[in-house]
């Protein structure tokens, strides 16, 4: 694991998990800087998903520290760890489908006060023309488009994405990733994938886990590009 | 048929159906937000009938006991919901349903011991009868009725209008995404529940001139305020509405054409809308 | 070993521990009687809440139930006390075959709720609906009408209580043969994990309605068993208010163990008897200790003993072919 003194945004230093008496994740240490684009890899049931809600405040360490700007930040509440400016957008792909799209924005602002929604349509026009529809009413393309809109209006440092493209048309996948792009020039992302080529083509730099561990990180372009990191799923 | 004797049957019912819709509504907005089976709510109900009593008996001001019965009620609310609620919300229906139980036992305890046993009147604060196609309603049924609906109204206009109102439609469908949005979900489960307990202890007051105000009268009013959270369907504020309407009309007409229907048919109707739908009219789907 | 041997002797340890309770306090006869009828009374609530993970406000009805088909019986129809008992266990039977299968599709919030309502209907009924046969609050007597067992009078508040005994030993041994059966570990599986025992191929629903059936003989069995021990029935019996009494003492002897329902019953009415002598608002002290064993004691009397035999047995032993303590399930140990 490479040590880096310099200023993490984001800083998970040997942490492990339980769910009850069961350990899930077994001292994970990870950083992220400014402005990546971070790709975590992994099977099914190695512990992903429990890391980034456990990034997110969702859950509380047994030990280690998870530091964002060099201030631990376990110990605060899920809503807190969002007021912060780290955002999370779940797997489940779930947009209040009672509420209409502009209903949904209007939460997603409102913890830091914003009501400006103008720039988060410059990232996804398409969610413009939708604001009076019921969110439930959308489609898969256009549900996770709106949740990044949603997670953006937070204004976030630090986006964690748990396997946004999963299910989605491959056209779909295209448009999110020249988005992935635009949107990693402002904000820090951090990204749940099992689509290796599309990982390959956005991931500045990929972890890998297995079993509840990170078991490699590949910091390396040309390794990222031959996808490598398969290896170690 | 016989108007003289349906009209006012059917005004009657929708008294009674305002009645029971405020004071099932904490039973069933805790359970879609909270996913909490709160049966506390009753003892607010009865409290707040006390406290009407109380202020009756010392000012005579009829008004000013339910504006206090409503005050003690939301105070209730807001300390069982930070101290005692927020311990049990994620732990299995079971435990939280004997939990919420068995703290209602304890305020039933309580409240024998600060107004002991014996039943209290409060005498009713109108008494003023109105005519309606010449028949003579009874201005006060009129009014709970107004009262209930307008708590409707301004319930629908907080929920659709408002911040505090989307976001608790959104905490219905799923909390942990509404907290990933940094919203303190804590604070919008204390602000329903005490609006939640006023409305049950709203329903307390408007109640005691109905009723004797005793220990056990939350008893009585659980029965069908489950009978009514069943029939509409846990979670549902429209369902609440509802089947606070059906119960209410089938307890008032069914009493009219044989006085044990009042108290059976409301089972009968329950008991039939479960085993054809097992989560009521309205029910908050996917939830236990 | 000697834990194999214990667990085989349990039902008779307990009839003897009642037993010889009662010959130590002779004048406390009715209530050692009393606690072998609640501890069956509490075994039905414990199949539904320690096994089958659902909690009904309303077992007072099934009491009720019992104790009215009982009381009916010996009032108008025969003698024989059997008979009366054996037609309470009937009246279970029936009620649990018809109220089960659109009961136990419910989910549990509304299990709860929809029993508490049926509890009230019951009331209602013995109360006021037929009031003609059953004599509402005033009660139905009918001491005098029951004749006289072969062996055992059982009018008699001292035999009565050596046949309550032989019941509560044989249900003892029913209890704990369910528990080891295949049927038990399927209630089990029930409540741990519905989903994987259907997709191993077993009809969940079945199960469900088998073992709501039997809480319900359970139920009315001590109903019935409670109308001879009065000689007579009133609505009391089947009270609403009563609800939780029994779910407390399901948790304070642990709930889902074959013995916790007698430790159960016995610290219930015990601390009932205590506590009455001095303070007459019985609900409040029910509702505090219920949440004090939900909250601090969740694994009940006869769960903590079993923890502890476990550790004496590991420290003597040290073997590791020890199977789970079956006190662990308990609703409060859950998430």
Redesign the interface.
């Known amino acids: 694991m490479s040590v880096n003194d310099g200023k993490k945004l984001l800083h998970v230093e040997s942490i492990d998990v339980s769910y ?1 008496k069961l350990k899930v994740i077994f001292d994970v240490s990870l950083y992220i800087d400014d402005g990546e684009v971070v790709v975590l890899v992994g099977r099914n049931g190695a512990g992903k998903t429990t890391l980034f809600r456990t990034i ?1 405040g ?1 859950l509380k360490i047994r030990k280690g520290a998870i530091r964002y700007r060099e201030e631990e930040i376990n110990p605060y ?4 760890v ?2 912060k400016g780290i ?4 797997q489940d792909k ?1 947009v ?4 209409s799209v502009s ?2 924005l ?3 602002g ?3 006060g914003n009501k400006d929604f103008g720039p988060v349509f410059e990232y996804f026009p398409k969610i413009e023309t939708l604001l009076d529809r019921r969110a439930g009413n959308l489609s898969g393309g256009e549900r996770q488009m709106l949740l990044i809109a ?1 997670a953006l209006l ?1 204004k976030p440092d630090l986006i964690l994405m748990d396997e946004p493209t999963e299910g989605l048309a491959p056209h779909i996948i295209t448009d999110l990733a020249t988005s992935f792009k635009k949107i990693s020039k402002t904000t820090t992302l951090f990204i749940i994938e099992q689509n290796l080529p599309l990982t390959a083509q956005i991931a500045d730099r990929v972890y890998c886990m297995r079993e509840g561990g990170i078991v490699a990180e590949i910091e390396s372009k040309d390794e990222i590009k031959k996808m490598s990191f398969e290896k170690y799923l | 048929m016989n108007l003289t004797l349906w009209i006012p049957a059917i005004i009657f019912g929708f008294s009674i159906s305002g009645i029971f819709f405020l004071v099932s509504l904490g039973l069933s907005i805790g359970f879609g937000l909270m996913r909490v089976v709160n049966l506390e709510q009753m003892l607010y109900y009865t409290v707040s009938a006390y406290m009407t009593y109380t202020m009756v008996r010392l000012t005579g001001m009829f008004w000013l006991g339910l504006l206090s019965g409503v005050v003690i009620a939301g105070i209730i609310g807001f300390a069982v919901e930070t101290q005692l609620l927020r311990r049990v919300y994620g732990k299995p229906m079971l435990f939280t349903m004997v939990v919420t139980f068995s703290f209602f036992l304890i305020g039933i305890g309580a409240v024998q011991y600060i107004w002991g046993l014996a039943p209290k009147p409060v005498s009713s604060p109108i008494k003023t009868m109105i005519g309606i196609f010449g028949m003579e309603i009874p201005l006060y049924r009129l009014l709970i009725i107004a009262t209930a609906g307008a708590v409707y109204v301004l319930i629908q206009l907080i929920l659709q209008k408002t911040i505090l109102g989307k976001a608790i439609r959104a905490g219905i469908e799923s909390p942990e995404n509404l907290e990933a949005l940094g919203i303190n979900i804590n604070r919008i489960f204390t602000i329903t529940f005490i609006i939640a307990s006023g409305c049950a202890g709203l329903g307390g007051a408007l109640n005691a001139p109905l009723v004797m105000v005793g220990p056990y009268m939350g008893f009585d009013m659980l029965l069908y305020a489950f009978i009514t959270v069943i029939l509409g369907g846990l979670g549902s504020i429209k369902g609440t509405l509802i089947s606070a309407l059906i119960i209410g009309q089938v307890i008032s007409v069914g009493g009219t054409l044989w006085s044990p229907l009042a108290f059976v048919a409301p089972f009968v109707v329950m008991f039939f809308v479960i085993l054809i739908k097992p989560t009521g009219l309205y029910g908050v789907k996917g939830v236990v | 070993m000697w834990k194999k041997t214990l667990d085989r002797l349990g039902p008779l340890l307990v009839v003897l521990l009642v037993t010889v309770l009662r010959y130590l306090f002779p004048n406390k006869i009715s209530f050692f009687t009393e606690i072998a009828i609640y501890t069956i009374y509490v075994m039905g609530n414990n199949i539904l809440y320690g096994y089958l993970g659902l909690v009904s406000f309303g077992q007072p009805f099934y009491l009720g139930i019992g104790g009215y088909a009982t009381a009916l019986f010996l009032a108008y129809v025969g003698h024989n006390p059997l008979v009366a008992l054996l037609l309470g266990i009937g009246s279970g039977l029936v009620f649990g075959i018809v109220l089960g299968p659109s009961f136990i599709r419910l989910k549990s919030s509304y299990f709860a709720l929809i029993n508490a309502a049926l509890c009230a209907i019951g009331v209602f009924i013995f109360e006021r609906l037929l009031i003609d046969i059953t004599r509402g609050n005033d009660g139905l007597w009918f001491r005098s009408n029951m004749s006289k067992l072969p062996l055992l009078d059982v009018r008699l508040p001292q035999s009565f209580f050596l046949f309550v005994v032989i019941v509560l030993f044989l249900v003892l041994m029913i209890y704990r043969h369910l528990d080891r059966s295949t049927l038990g570990t399927m209630f089990r599986g029930l409540q741990s994990n519905e989903e994987k025992l259907k997709f191993i191929g077993y009809d969940t629903f079945k199960i469900k309605w088998v073992g709501f059936t039997i809480a319900s003989c359970f139920s009315t069995f001590a109903g019935s068993l409670y109308a001879i021990n009065f000689g007579f029935v009133n609505p009391s019996l089947g009270e609403n208010s009563r609800a939780v009494e029994v779910i407390v003492a399901t948790l304070l002897g642990g709930s889902g163990t074959v013995y916790g329902p007698f430790f159960g019953a016995f610290a219930f009415l015990g601390i009932k008897d205590i506590v009455s002598r001095w303070i007459t608002r019985w609900e409040l002290v029910v509702g505090i200790l219920t949440i004090l064993v939900l909250f601090r004691f969740s694994k009940g009397i006869w769960g903590t003993i079993q923890q502890y035999l476990l550790g004496i047995q590991k420290r003597v032993s040290g073997s590791n072919d020890i199977r789970s303590p079956k006190g662990s399930r308990s609703a409060g140990a859950g998430s």
């Open positions: 009850g997110a969702f509440k899920a809503f807190e969002a007021q955002r999370y957008i779940h779930h209040f489908s009672t509420l209903e949904n209007e939460l997603a409102h913890a830091i949603m937070g």
